[in-house]
């Protein structure tokens, strides 16, 4: 079974970097591709960062170039670091796996972190 933990949240000025994690208690991590995803009040849950095990890592437009999504599956975990964080970045980001890429990139996922909020001050 899987079950995916995220720590709790971080508060950053604005320009800081953030790396925030999550981990899968299960046995099968290497097997599904991992994402993040993002939530704000009012808002749609937005596609972040998602990582395969063997290919390339996929980022939203908003982030590229300033966040890197990694895995390490010998510690059944995937990290997301977020540097130069902008006002637009708070949200609660969401750690999802699944068997495809397609339901962690449109935010159907079978398995689901409980969210962290990401909290940044200007």
């Known amino acids: 079974q899987v079950q995916l933990v995220q720590p709790g949240g971080g508060l950053v000025q604005a320009g800081d970097t953030l790396l925030t994690s999550c981990v899968d208690s299960?046995?099968?991590?290497?097997?599904?591709?991992v994402g993040w995803l993002r939530e704000t009040p009012g808002k749609e849950l937005d596609f972040v960062a998602r990582?395969?095990?063997?290919?390339?890592?996929k980022y939203a437009v908003s982030v590229t170039g300033r966040f890197t999504i990694s895995r390490d599956n010998a510690k059944n975990s995937v990290y997301l670091r977020m540097n130069s964080l902008k006002p637009e970045d708070p949200a609660v980001y969401y750690c999802?796996?699944?068997?495809?890429?397609?339901?962690?990139?449109?935010?159907?996922?079978?398995?689901w972190g409980q969210g962290t909020q990401v909290t940044v001050s200007s």
């Open positions: 299960g046995r099968t991590f290497s097997s599904f591709a």
């Open positions: 999802a796996a699944d068997w495809t890429t397609e339901a962690v990139d449109s935010g159907a996922a079978a398995y």
């Open positions: 990582r395969t095990s063997g290919g390339w890592p």
